[in-house]
């Protein structure tokens, strides 16, 4: 009987053949944490414990609230600051850096094969790069911090396979909304979802990053791409630690497997005030809304900037719109920069927010009032969750928002091709 | 077994709706977590809720964000267990690590409403509602041990005790 991708990854770390459904202790490659460090600082301490087990295996990536915004969060900051030079965190970004997903991918610590559990449910991103990456809470942080060790269920897998070409005006964001409105925000609670079949392979990783990004609004506990020679290619110049790929075997057992010809989808949007609340563009063309959002840890890289600076290259937002471009990280923006995306950007009266998470948990830069709509790249659009409590999110492409931005009500990318 | 009164809601009840994500890097007493419990979902909640009342849910309770607070809050606010058809996997780990029982019934969750009155017999596995009685599975073994010592911080507390 063969193994999954899951299996395998986290069997080779707990030193035996595990099955789905086996609960096993194992020790992860890296453990990933951002704002929330303050206070698995304050859980960390209450152990009794001078020195964190590995101090190696720790990245701190400050993006929440950055810079910080009020006196609290500033102290939050100094704290951490203070505990990295404390117990000699080598790996920590400050807040010029980026959002942590795109930081962490980056400087290559999202490497095939390795396990790697984050303080932050989108931790599943660095399954785009083959490896076994899964969120956690912050007490369970505290104690990885103390212990190196944690307890994990070894997840059973939903595999998902693609076939076809995308559409023009078509996009990897418009693919996972389609799938999670199609099967619902629990369909994968607690599982693996592994993204294969002939068409998986000709997403870019930034497409790639996107998905697994998103497994975790089905509930994944990760998801998975197998590594490639795009995989390769991108480790090749960053790659500082060694890692060996592993794929699932031919005969492995998966919970389901759905299939998906991507070439039949066309360009979808989550309506308020659930993810898998998920309609065709079509159906809710002519919304008028307040803001737009390009950018975050789901779209907020290279090519996601470049759709958007496209559909805007030469155009003026609708004067009723506030339009906001969050790169996903520093490279991002000075990529963008240099390649004149900016200078759209800021011709066609966006405003460029610094690279982190901004405006996408309701923290600052960009905070909803009562009864305003936004039209974003994010990944949520819990009620309340980017402002007033009476405020409407809406999600979808990087094209989507932009050509809507452009027309100050939900547009059709399609016709500005 | 404390009594107390059912808080009823429907599936897919997000860690957003929780505990905003406003109020996530603010260090706050456990009272002011309680405060805002709920707050973009129910503002009734947090101002009418006892010790002992259980919070009865839908499907997916606890998508979204893997925020801690979302589970401290209704601890914090006195809730005794949290029943629902099925729980967001960071958020069920959260609540095993800080002592908040999360309790599996479709049944309970399909036939309790707002307001009943209701008792939990944990060592039974049963939730009982004047006639109407429950049944809910053992929590996997796994983390019993975690909830018998009062929360993870106090069971790797034990653990590096034993280690040294």
Known sequence: ?417 | MSKGKVWKYGDDVNTDVIYAGKYTYQQMKPEEMASHALEDLDPEFAKDVRPGDVIVAGKNFGCGSSREQAAACLRAAGVQAVVAKSFARIYFRNAINLGLPVLQSKEASENLKSGDDVEIDFAGGKIISGEKVFKFPPLPDSVIGILEAGGLLEWTKKKLERAK
């Open chain 1, 1 to 417: 009987m063969g193994q999954t991708f899951s299996e395998k990854a986290l069997g080779r770390k707990a030193g035996k053949r595990v099955r789905a459904g086996d609960v096993i202790t194992v020790a992860p490659d890296f453990y990933l944490s951002h704002d929330n460090s303050s206070a698995i600082i304050g859980e960390f301490r209450k152990l009794g414990l001078k020195k964190v087990v590995a101090p190696e295996k720790i990245v701190i990536v400050l993006d929440h609230i950055v810079p910080a915004a009020d006196e609290k969060y500033a102290q939050n900051h100094k704290t951490i600051r203070e505990f990295v030079a404390e117990q000699g965190i080598p790996n920590f970004f400050d807040i010029d850096a980026g959002v942590c997903h795109q930081v962490f991918s980056e400087a290559s610590f999202a490497l095939p094969g390795k396990v790697i559990m984050g303080s932050d449910s989108h931790t599943t991103t660095y399954g785009a790069f083959g490896a076994f990456s899964a969120g956690i809470g912050r007490t369970e942080m505290a104690s990885l911090w103390a212990t190196d060790e944690i307890w994990l269920r070894v997840p059973e897998t939903l595999r998902i396979e693609f076939s076809g070409r995308l559409s023009p005006g078509v996009y990897a964001k418009d693919v996972i909304l389609k799938i999670i409105g199609d099967n619902g925000a629990d369909r994968a609670n607690y599982e693996a979802v592994e993204f294969v079949g002939p068409a998986a392979g000709d997403f870019s990783l930034a497409s790639r990053m996107v998905l697994a990004n998103m497994a975790a609004e089905m509930g994944a506990k990760n998801g998975y791409f197998e590594a490639d020679d795009k995989t390769l290619e991108w480790l090749r110049a960053r790659a500082k630690a060694d890692y060996e790929i592993v794929m699932s075997d031919p005969d492995a057992t998966y919970e389901a497997v759905l299939k998906y010809d991507i070439s039949t989808i066309e360009p979808q949007i989550a309506c308020p005030h659930a993810v898998d609340n998920v309609k065709p563009v079509t159906a809710v063309e002519g919304k008028p809304f307040h803001q737009a959002l390009i950018g975050t840890c789901t779209n907020g890289r290279f090519e996601d900037l470049a759709i958007a600076a496209k559909i805007l290259k030469g155009k003026k937002i609708h004067p009723r719109v506030r339009a906001l471009i969050l790169p996903a990280s520093r490279e991002v923006y000075l990529e963008a920069l240099k390649k004149g995306l900016i200078e759209i950007f800021v011709e066609a009266r966006c405003v460029i927010v610094n690279p982190g998470c901004g405006p996408c948990l309701g923290a600052h830069e960009g905070i909803l009032a009562p009864g305003e709509v936004v039209v974003g790249t994010s990944n949520r659009n819990f009620k309340g969750r980017m402002g007033g409590r009476d405020s409407e999110i809406y999600l979808a492409s990087p094209a989507t928002v932009a050509a809507s931005a452009l027309e100050g009500k939900i547009t059709d990318p399609r016709k500005y091709l």
